[in-house]
Nanobody, 127 residues
């Protein structure tokens, strides 16, 4: 059964850090693009980061560049989003998504490129 499960969300104070995890099952994360997206109710889903598991190339939205780091652990079939210097505007539901098989290169933070989605984990940044 193909499944993505996010974890690590919760409440954090402004300026704090948090690491989100995305565990994949039913398929491997090699030769894939993995993306992290977030959505605030009433707003469009935002692609904030992606990584190509073959090339290791990453991409970030301007809103998180320098604060968030995406990574993938093929051996553990998991991806991560390390978030630091968190701001109240980072409050959202965060989703992990994975593309179909690909030959590598640069990933694109576009939900249309993703085949599999997790159910999301909520992150609240508040004092």
């Amino acid at each position: 059964q193909v499944q993505l499960v996010e974890s690590g969300g919760g409440l954090v104070q402004p300026g704090g850090s948090m690491r989100l995890s995305c565990a994949a099952s039913g398929f491997g994360l090699d030769y894939r693009a993995i993306g992290w997206f977030r959505q605030v109710p009433g707003k469009e889903r935002e692609g904030i980061s992606c990584i190509d598991s073959s090339s290791g190339k990453t991409d970030y939205a301007d809103s998180v560049t320098g604060r968030f780091t995406i990574s993938v652990d093929i051996a553990n079939n998991s991806a991560y989003l390390q978030m630091s210097s968190l701001k109240p505007e980072d409050t959202a539901i965060y989703y992990c998504a994975v593309s179909g098989p690909r030959l590598g290169g640069r990933c694109v933070r576009n939900s249309a490129n993703m085949n599999y989605w997790g159910k999301g984990t909520e992150v609240t940044v508040s004092s």
